[in-house]
């Protein structure tokens, strides 16, 4: 079965334009999950959603960001006006349900900001 | 806010030579996952632990969750090569989807 993907896999946009960064998880999983990643440092959360509802979004940086999962599936990151220092590593994790079960992750945008 | 503070941030050994990574928390997690994570591929899980105590082997590796459930290591016995990588602890936590990753170790073991 396929893992979970992400598109692009590498963006590079310029300063003030908006960015949408888009997760596919494994199929039947319940829960996912958006990270950033710095090189060499452990993923950051930035929020999680379990099928279409968001359950926390304490970790997102700003209003800036946003995301959504409209039909429980497939989610969307989006950045607006974006900005240098958000280039980083954003990562998709999905799991069979929210709690201590394995979070699957996806290879990752990287994101650059000119 | 809940950290993670892992250490050492590297480590550097010889093939065939022992280890212990070290995760600590101020906070109380309700469960530890172990991840590791290879250049340019995302994390994937080791081990969870959910029980203050409890102690998990993966064969050469030992994971061990403290009894106040605020930390935890990982010992990894007869290092080879292969264990090369990045190796993140997380904790979940009060809100049940969210993990806490550590900074991570990076471990370089030669040969």
């Known amino acids: 079965g396929a893992g979970v993907s992400q598109s692009p896999r590498y963006k590079v946009t310029k300063r003030g334009q908006d960015v949408a960064l888009r997760c596919d998880p494994i199929?039947?999983?319940?829960?996912l999950y958006w990270y950033r990643q710095a090189l060499g440092q452990g993923p950051e959360f930035l929020t999680y959603?379990?099928?279409?509802?968001?359950?926390?979004k304490s970790g997102l940086p700003n209003d800036r960001f946003s995301a959504e999962r409209p039909e429980g599936s497939i989610s969307t990151l989006t950045i607006q006006r974006t900005e240098q220092r958000d280039s980083a590593m954003y990562r998709c994790?999905?799991?069979?349900?929210?709690?201590?079960?394995?979070?699957?992750f996806g290879p990752g945008t990287r994101l650059t900001v000119t | 806010t809940q950290l993670l503070e892992q250490s050492p941030q590297f480590l550097s050994i010889q093939e065939g030579e022992n280890l212990t990574v070290y995760c600590n928390s101020s906070?109380?997690?309700?469960?530890l996952q172990w991840y590791r994570q290879e250049p340019g591929e995302g994390p994937v899980l080791l081990v969870t632990?959910?029980?203050?105590?409890e102690v998990k082997k993966l064969k050469r590796l030992t994971f061990q969750f403290g009894d106040a459930r605020k930390d935890s290591s990982l010992h990894i016995t007869a290092a080879q090569p292969g264990d090369t990588g990045l190796y993140l602890c997380?904790?979940?936590?009060?809100?049940?989807?969210?993990?806490?990753f550590g900074q991570g170790t990076i471990l370089t073991v030669h040969p």
């Open positions: 997380a904790g979940g936590g009060t809100s049940y989807g969210k993990l806490t």
């Open positions: 906070s109380v997690f309700s469960s």
């Open positions: 632990v959910v029980t203050g105590g």
């Open positions: 199929s039947g999983h319940v829960s």
């Open positions: 994790a999905s799991s069979l349900l929210g709690g201590p079960y394995e979070q699957y």
């Open positions: 959603f379990n099928y279409e509802a968001q359950q926390d």
